[in-house]
C-alpha cells in the first residue's frame, strides 16, 4: 500500500487534532485517500470524518476499491458523504450499517420531476409494501421487517437530505419543510403498517392525522416530537352503510395507537421520533381521537387560549386528507377570534412562563429553544402579533414562523429592518439547532459546553477560524437582537400610532394599536394611547428619551397585574420629574431601576401613591433597599426637624423621612427583598423614630409656650398590639399608652397637664392630611378606654392595675413594649407590669376560661357581616388572631417559669414555647408557616390596593396584584387561594389542639 505523503504539520494546519491517527487512516485508504484530504479539512470534523470514511470503506466489503476511486473521481459526491461523516455521527453509523447508501449521494436532488413530498411519500410507503396510488395504502412487508424497513428508508431520505444542507448551503427554511414533507410521509407510512396490524377492521373508520407544532408549521426539525391530533368519523360502505359510532371510535383509536408505536419503537435499526398527541382536547386525560363534531364541542366550550395558539400551525399530513381539512375549516374561525376571548392574555402569558419554568436551572444559559433570547421568543412573538391581528386581516396568517414573519413586515404590522434582523436571528438559531442535532441525531436544544463540540458546531455552522469563540459571539450577539426586536416587535409602533411625525418607522392605524395594546393586558387601550401620547408627542430631549424608553416599559408593564395603572403612574411620575436632569438619564443607563419602576407602578398602588408623593424615591431604586436602623432614622429625622423653625414644619420634615423609607421598605417587600418578619420590624422603627421625634418637638415647643425651662415631667409612649410586637403592617394604626412621671418638685397638676397636651399634639400632628400618609395614634387599650385618662402616670397605672385589671388587660400587655420616650420611665413601666403579664404560677383555670370565652366571643360578634371566614386574615380560621391567641395563651400560663416567652413578638415567643416542650416541633412550624403566610398576604393586600384590608379582595386585578407581589407568576390567584387555605386549614387544626 502507498505512503500518503501528508505531514502532521500539514493535517494541523487543515484542523485535524488527532494526527496520528490521521495518518494511519490515510495510509489505510491509500493513494485514494489524496485528494480527499483538503476535502476532509472542509469538514466540521476533520477527525470524525476520516474516521467514518475508514469504517464505511471497510463495511463496503468489495466494493471498498470502487467506492474510493469513485470519490477521488467525484469532488461533489465526496464533499457531500465527507460533510454528513464529519457532522453526524448517527449518520455516519447508519452508512456503516447500510454502506451501499452512499451512492444516495452521487446526485443531490431526488431524481424527479413529481413533487418531492410526493416521491418522499412514495418511497416510504414502497418500503413498506404499500400502494401509494391505494386509497387505504396497506403494509404487505411482515410486520417486523416493515417497521425496520420504515426506518432504513427514513435514514436514507434523511442522508440525502443533511448532504444537501451540510455541503450545498440549503436555506434553513427549506431544509425545515423538507423534514416536515419527510414527517408527513412516515406517518402515512406508519399508518400503513397500522392498517396491517389492525386487519379488515381497518376499513371502518376514517382517520385523519393533523400535524401541530413544527411539523404543522413546515419547519420541523432534524429530531423532533411530532405532535398530532387524530380525527376520526365512521366509514361509509359502497353501499351505503355506516360504520357505528362506537367501531369506528374503537378502530380510529386502534390505528392511531399503532402509529405512536410504530414510529416511537426501538428495533435494530433504531427509532425515528416520538409522536406526541398530548395537544389533543384534554390532552393525555382525553380520548386519543375524536369526530369532528366532538372536536367542535370541545373548541366551542372548553379550549383555553394557548389550545387556540397551538392550533395556529395545525396541518393534515396523513390519513384522510379530506376529512383533516374539514377540521381545519371547523377550528380556523375560531383560531383567529381568540383575542377577542376573555382571558386571552392571561392565558398566553401563563403558557409562557410554564415553559420558562421547566427549563432546567443548569441549562438555562445554553438553552437554544426556551432560554433567553431563544427560539421560542421570537416564535411566541410572531404568534401573538398574528393572533391580534389576524382576525382582522387575513394576509398574515401564514403557520410558518419565517413567513408568517415576512407577512408581519410586508403588511405594515413589523418594521422592514426590524423584520430582517429577527429573520436572520432566527435562522441562525433554527440552523445552529439543526447542526447540534445532527450529531447523534437527538432530540436537544441545548448548546454543548466541551471545547470539541463547540468547534465541531462552529466549523459546521461556515467558522473555520476559532470556531468556537466566533460561535459564541455570534451566539450572543443574535440572542441579544431577539430580546431587543422582541421589545420593538410589540410596543415601538404602538409609539408610532401616537406620533404625529411620521418617522418612517412601521405606523398602526389607532385599532390596530388598540387590539395589540388589549391583547397585551391593558384594560383601557384607548387610554393607555392618550397617555403614550403625551408621554412621547414633540420634539423635545425628553420626549425623545420617553420614546427610547417606552417599548422596554410597556413590556414590564404588561407582566405586571395592572399595566393600565402602571402606565398611568408611569405619566404622572414623568409629568412631576420629566424635566429633572437625573430621571430620565437614570432610567435610560440603568436598566435595572427602570424594571423595578415598571413592576412598582404596574403591581402596587401603595407604592405608586408614595411615589407621588416622593418622586426621588426612583433614585432610590438603584440602590440597597434594606430597611435603615432606627437609630440612623431618629438622627436623620433629628437633624432635619431641627433645622425648621417652627413645630409644624419641624413634624412635617420627620414625616417626609418616614415617607422615604416607607417607600424603602414597601419597595423592597414588592421587589421581594424583603422578609415579612423584617417588614414587620422595618415599618415598627419607622414609627418608633416618627413617634420619638415628635415627641421631642412637640415637648420643646409646648414647653416653650407655657414658660417651662425643662419639661415638668418626663413621657414615654409605650407601643401595644402589632406596634409592640413590632409587627405593623401598612395599614395598621399605632396602638400605644401615654405615661409620664412629674420631676421632682413639679406641680402634678401642671405635669399632667402638660402631658396631655403633649399627647394631644404628637396624635393631631400625625393625623394632618397632607403630602405624607398619616400615622393614627389610637390610645384606646389605656385603662377604661376612651373613657378614662389619654395619659397617666407610673403610680396611676399602678394603681389602676392593682385594683381593676382583668385578664383581658394582662393579656393585652404582652405585647406591651416600651420604645420612645424617657429611658428610665420605660424601664419602670415594663417592670410595673411584668407581674401581671408573666404571672408566677401561670393562670388560674377560671382565667384560662374567660381568656377562651373572650376569644369565642371575638369570633363570633367582630366577623364582619358577609365576610368569608376561610378567607378573613386576621379573624378567619387558622388566621393571624388564632394563631396570635394560641402564643399569648401559652405566654400568659407559662412565662412565670420560663422567661424566654416574656418577648412581645410573636414568633420569638412561638420558639421559645417550642423550646420549653409547651408545643411540638411540628405544631410550632405549622402556626410559623402560617403566621408568616397570613402576614405576607395582609401586607399584599394594602400594597395592592393602596389600602389596609382584612380579607383578600374579590376585584380580579386587585386579587392578581396581591398574587404577585407574593410571588405567584402571572398572578396565579387560584394557586395563591388554595395555599392560604391550607395553611390556615392546618394552623386551624394546631388551634384546636393547643388553645382549646
Given at each position: 500500500m502507498s505512503r500518503v505523503a501528508t505531514t502532521k504539520g500539514t493535517l494541523l494546519r487543515l484542523g485535524f487534532q488527532r494526527t496520528d491517527e490521521a495518518l494511519a487512516d490515510l495510509a489505510l485508504l491509500g493513494v485514494a485517500s489524496e485528494p480527499l484530504v483538503a476535502l476532509l479539512a472542509r469538514t466540521a470534523d476533520p477527525d470524525q470524518a476520516l474516521t467514518g470514511l475508514v469504517r464505511l470503506a471497510d463495511a463496503a466489503g468489495d466494493e471498498r476499491a470502487t467506492m474510493l476511486a469513485e470519490l477521488a473521481d467525484d469532488e461533489?459526491?465526496?464533499?457531500?458523504?465527507?460533510?454528513?461523516?464529519?457532522?453526524?455521527?448517527?449518520?455516519?453509523?447508519?452508512?456503516?450499517?447500510?454502506?451501499?447508501?452512499?451512492?444516495?449521494?452521487?446526485?443531490p436532488t431526488?431524481?424527479?420531476?413529481?413533487?418531492?413530498?410526493?416521491?418522499?411519500?412514495?418511497?416510504?410507503?414502497?418500503?413498506?409494501?404499500?400502494?401509494?396510488?391505494?386509497?387505504?395504502?396497506?403494509?404487505?412487508?411482515?410486520?417486523?421487517?416493515a417497521v425496520d424497513a420504515l426506518r432504513v428508508e427514513y435514514r436514507r431520505v434523511l442522508l440525502r437530505l443533511a448532504a444537501r444542507d451540510l455541503a450545498h448551503d440549503l436555506g434553513v427554511d427549506d431544509a425545515a419543510a423538507e423534514l416536515s414533507?419527510?414527517?408527513?410521509?412516515?406517518?402515512?407510512?406508519?399508518?400503513?403498517?397500522?392498517?396491517?396490524?389492525?386487519?379488515?377492521?381497518?376499513?371502518?373508520?376514517?382517520?385523519?392525522?393533523?400535524?401541530?407544532?413544527?411539523?404543522?408549521?413546515?419547519?420541523?426539525?432534524?429530531?423532533?416530537?411530532?405532535?398530532?391530533?387524530?380525527?376520526h368519523e365512521p366509514a361509509v360502505a359502497a353501499d351505503g352503510g355506516r360504520?357505528?359510532?362506537?367501531?369506528?371510535?374503537?378502530?380510529?383509536?386502534?390505528?392511531?395507537?399503532?402509529?405512536?408505536?410504530?414510529?416511537?419503537e426501538h428495533t435494530g435499526e433504531g427509532t425515528i421520533w416520538p409522536v406526541d398527541a398530548a395537544l389533543r382536547p384534554e390532552g393525555k386525560a382525553g380520548p386519543l381521537t375524536r369526530t369532528l363534531a366532538s372536536h367542535r364541542g370541545y373548541y366551542e366550550r372548553w379550549a383555553k387560549a394557548w389550545e387556540?395558539?397551538?392550533?395556529?400551525?395545525?396541518?393534515?399530513?396523513?390519513?384522510?386528507?379530506?376529512?383533516?381539512?374539514?377540521?381545519?375549516?371547523?377550528?380556523?374561525?375560531?383560531?383567529?377570534?381568540v383575542a377577542e376571548r376573555d382571558g386571552f392574555v392571561a392565558d398566553v402569558q401563563a403558557m409562557r412562563r410554564r415553559v420558562l419554568d421547566h427549563i432546567p436551572a443548569k441549562e438555562a444559559d445554553r438553552q437554544l429553544k426556551l432560554g433567553w433570547g431563544g427560539l421560542r421568543d421570537v416564535e411566541f412573538a410572531v404568534q401573538l402579533l398574528q393572533l391580534v391581528h389576524g382576525l382582522a386581516d387575513d394576509r398574515i396568517r401564514a403557520s410558518t414562523t419565517l413567513s408568517a414573519l415576512a407577512q408581519l413586515t410586508e403588511h405594515g404590522y413589523v418594521g422592514r429592518e426590524d423584520g430582517e434582523a429577527l429573520h436572520d436571528a432566527y435562522a441562525f438559531l433554527r440552523t445552529l439547532e439543526h447542526r447540534i442535532q445532527l450529531v447523534q441525531l437527538r432530540r436537544t436544544h441545548v448548546v454543548p459546553d466541551d471545547t470539541a463540540a463547540l468547534r465541531r458546531l462552529g466549523r459546521s455552522i461556515g467558522f473555520v477560524r476559532e470556531p468556537e469563540a466566533t460561535l459564541a459571539s455570534a451566539w450572543e450577539h443574535h440572542r441579544r437582537e431577539v430580546r431587543r426586536l422582541n421589545e420593538k416587535l410589540f410596543y415601538r409602533p404602538l409609539l408610532t400610532a401616537v406620533a404625529r411625525v411620521h418617522s418612517g418607522e412601521v405606523r398602526l392605524s389607532?385599532?390596530?394599536?388598540?387590539?395589540?395594546?388589549?391583547?397585551?393586558?391593558?384594560?383601557?387601550?384607548?387610554?393607555?394611547?392618550?397617555?403614550?401620547?403625551?408621554?412621547?408627542?414633540g420634539v423635545s430631549r425628553t420626549a425623545t428619551l420617553q420614546r427610547a424608553l417606552l417599548p422596554a416599559m410597556l413590556s414590564w408593564f404588561a407582566e405586571g397585574a395592572d399595566p393600565d395603572a402602571g402606565l398611568f403612574g408611569f405619566r404622572r411620575l414623568s409629568e412631576a420629574l420629566g424635566r429633572t436632569p437625573w430621571y430620565l438619564r437614570t432610567l435610560r443607563d440603568e436598566g435595572e431601576v427602570a424594571e423595578r419602576l415598571a413592576h412598582l407602578l404596574s403591581t402596587s398602588r401603595y407604592v405608586t401613591g408614595l411615589l407621588e408623593r416622593e418622586p426621588q424615591g426612583v433614585r432610590m431604586l438603584g440602590g440597597d433597599l434594606s430597611p435603615l436602623s432606627a437609630e440612623?432614622?431618629?438622627?436623620?429625622?433629628?437633624?432635619?426637624?431641627?433645622?425648621?423653625?417652627?413645630?409644624?414644619?419641624?413634624?412635617?420634615?420627620?414625616?417626609?423621612?418616614?415617607?422615604?423609607?416607607?417607600?424603602?421598605?414597601?419597595?423592597?417587600?414588592?421587589?421581594?427583598?424583603?422578609?415579612?418578619?423584617?417588614?414587620?420590624?422595618?415599618?415598627?422603627?419607622?414609627?418608633?423614630?416618627?413617634?420619638?421625634?415628635?415627641?421631642?418637638?412637640?415637648?420643646?415647643?409646648?414647653?416653650?409656650?407655657?414658660?417651662?425651662?425643662?419639661?415638668?415631667?418626663?413621657?414615654?409612649?409605650?407601643?401595644?398590639?402589632?406596634?409592640?410586637?413590632f409587627e405593623l403592617s401598612y395599614g395598621s394604626d399605632a396602638d400605644v399608652l401615654f405615661v409620664h412621671q412629674p420631676v421632682e418638685g413639679a406641680d402634678p397638676h401642671r405635669a399632667t397637664?402638660?402631658?396631655?397636651?403633649?399627647?394631644?399634639?404628637?396624635?393631631?400632628?400625625?393625623?394632618?392630611?397632607?403630602?405624607?400618609?398619616?400615622?393614627?395614634?389610637?390610645?384606646?387599650?389605656?385603662?377604661?378606654?376612651?373613657?378614662?385618662?389619654l395619659v397617666r402616670t407610673l403610680d396611676s397605672y399602678a394603681a389602676y392595675y392593682a385594683k381593676w385589671s382583668k385578664v383581658w388587660e394582662a393579656q393585652a400587655l404582652l405585647r406591651a413594649d416600651a420604645v420612645v420616650g424617657d429611658p428610665a420611665l420605660r424601664t419602670a413601666f415594663e417592670q410595673l407590669i411584668d407581674p401581671l403579664r408573666y404571672p408566677r404560677g401561670g393562670l388560674s383555670d377560671d382565667d384560662v376560661l374567660e381568656v377562651r370565652r373572650i376569644k369565642a366571643r371575638v369570633d363570633k360578634e367582630r366577623m364582619p357581616r358577609g365576610a368569608d371566614p376561610q378567607l378573613h386574615l386576621k379573624l378567619g380560621r387558622g388566621g393571624l388572631a388564632d394563631i396570635e391567641w394560641t402564643v399569648q395563651l401559652l405566654q400568659m400560663r407559662f412565662a412565670g417559669e420560663v422567661p424566654a416567652l416574656r418577648t412581645p413578638r410573636t414568633l420569638t415567643a412561638l420558639e421559645a414555647a417550642r423550646e420549653a416542650g409547651l408545643v411540638t416541633d411540628d405544631d410550632a412550624a405549622v402556626l410559623t408557616e402560617a403566621w408568616r403566610a397570613v402576614s405576607r398576604v395582609r401586607n399584599a393586600v394594602t400594597l395592592a390596593r393602596g389600602k389596609a384590608a382584612e380579607q383578600l379582595p374579590r376585584d380580579t386585578r386587585e386579587r392578581a396584584a396581591v398574587a404577585a407581589i407574593l410571588g405567584y407568576p402571572g398572578g396565579r390567584t387560584d394557586e395563591m387561594v388554595n395555599d392560604h387555605l391550607r395553611v390556615t386549614r392546618l394552623a386551624r387544626g394546631v388551634v384546636d389542639r393547643v388553645f382549646w
Open positions: 461533489g459526491t465526496a464533499m457531500r458523504l465527507l460533510c454528513v461523516l464529519g457532522a453526524s455521527e448517527a449518520l455516519a453509523d447508519h452508512l456503516a450499517r447500510h454502506p451501499e447508501h452512499w451512492r444516495e449521494l452521487t446526485d431526488l431524481g424527479s420531476t413529481r413533487p418531492p413530498a410526493y416521491v418522499v411519500r412514495a418511497g416510504l410507503l414502497a418500503a413498506v409494501g404499500a400502494d401509494p396510488d391505494s386509497d387505504l395504502p396497506t403494509a404487505t412487508l411482515p410486520d417486523a421487517e414533507d419527510l414527517a408527513a410521509g412516515t406517518l402515512d407510512a406508519a399508518l400503513a403498517v397500522a392498517r396491517q396490524r389492525v386487519g379488515e377492521d381497518a376499513g371502518c373508520a376514517r382517520l385523519a392525522v393533523v400535524a401541530m407544532g413544527k411539523c404543522g408549521g413546515h419547519e420541523l426539525n432534524y429530531v423532533s416530537d411530532v405532535d398530532v391530533i387524530f380525527v360504520t357505528s359510532d362506537a367501531r369506528a371510535l374503537r378502530t380510529a383509536t386502534r390505528l392511531a395507537s399503532h402509529l405512536i408505536r410504530i414510529c416511537s387556540f395558539q397551538a392550533l395556529l400551525k395545525a396541518r393534515p399530513v396523513a390519513g384522510d386528507l379530506e376529512l383533516g381539512g374539514e377540521f381545519i375549516a371547523t377550528v380556523e374561525p375560531m383560531v383567529w377570534s389607532s385599532e390596530a394599536a388598540g387590539a395589540r395594546l388589549a391583547a397585551l393586558g391593558y384594560a383601557d387601550p384607548q387610554a393607555a394611547l392618550r397617555n403614550l401620547e403625551a408621554l412621547t408627542s440612623a432614622m431618629i438622627e436623620e429625622m433629628r437633624s432635619t426637624a431641627a433645622r425648621q423653625d417652627d413645630v409644624d414644619k419641624a413634624v412635617r420634615a420627620a414625616r417626609a423621612v418616614r415617607r422615604r423609607e416607607l417607600f424603602r421598605v414597601a419597595a423592597g417587600d414588592v421587589l421581594d427583598l424583603t422578609d415579612v418578619a423584617d417588614v414587620g420590624a422595618a415599618l415598627s422603627r419607622i414609627t418608633d423614630a416618627t413617634l420619638e421625634t415628635t415627641l421631642e418637638v412637640v415637648g420643646r415647643d409646648l414647653c416653650r409656650q407655657r414658660g417651662f425651662d425643662e419639661p415638668p415631667t418626663a413621657m414615654a409612649v409605650v407601643a401595644m398590639g402589632r406596634y409592640g410586637g397637664q402638660y402631658a396631655t397636651a403633649v399627647a394631644n399634639e404628637v396624635r393631631n400632628q400625625l393625623a394632618l392630611p397632607g403630602a405624607d400618609p398619616a400615622l393614627t395614634v389610637d390610645a384606646d387599650l389605656r385603662p377604661e378606654g376612651k373613657q378614662g385618662a
